[in-house]
């Protein structure tokens, strides 16, 4: 297989042999995200990075995953000027004209209001997962481009250990967008047929877990199901429990 810099992240993650390999590409950008954002690039330094950080702030997990990264320093300065345009825009705004009460027959309707758009705008954003977004389908274009290209990519795609439900919807859905037609059926079938054979299988490891805490089985053998709810968490829940939390 030829190894082009851009095909290497796709490649390493169907070769990880997690139970959903773009889960795994994923978890891989998000941490070269958190990393762009606050690790040794300083990218939080640069004026206009900084401008993007203090409009869009982030969301919960990447403010915890932000917080978890070993520069406090760098969280204080992103998050002073983050809450000084925060002061700024929401004390601008509340000067606006305050809501009226709801007519008798208007309850439902959501008060306009400067306040709740910038805030409703904060909540939509986050600077993480914008960069994430950028290079995220271009990743899952390389999968489709591997696909219709390698004959060893092929292989590879129909030994994995399927996907997520999700990112089995992502490629279910940018695959007639993306392949050709000669490829476009058998990728789908392939896909769905993969998607639904090893989601059962994991399924199974699950029940065989519950079964194991039944006194009655706890003399045969754990087969696959140690791990069980940690691989059954990534194919429902799109997410790789790290091996120390296990
Ligand atoms: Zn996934
Ligand atoms: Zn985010």
Known sequence: MKEKIY???IQDAFAAGCECPVCAMYQKLEENAINYTIGP????????IREQTDGQGFCRKHFRDLYTYPNKMGLALILKTHMDKTIRELEKAAEA????????????VKPSSPVIDYVEGLERECFVCGYIRQTFESYLR??????EREEEFR?????????????YKDLFCLAPKYLNKKFLEPFLRELNGSYLENFKRVRDDVEWFICKND???QDEP????????????????????????T
């Open 7 to 9: 095909t290497i992240p």
């Open 41 to 48: 690039g300083a990218s939080y330094m640069e004026e206009d």
């Open 97 to 108: 004209p305050l809501p009226s009460p709801n007519s008798m027959f208007k309850k439902q």
């Open 142 to 147: 390389t999968i489709f481009y591997l696909y």
């Open 155 to 167: 292989q590879q795609f129909a030994q994995s250990k399927g996907f997520c439900t999700s990112h």
């Open 215 to 217: 006194y009655r089985y």
């Open 222 to 245: 754990w087969k696959n199901a140690r791990d069980a709810l940690q691989r059954a968490l990534t194919k429902t829940g799109s997410i790789i429990i790290p091996e120390e939390e």
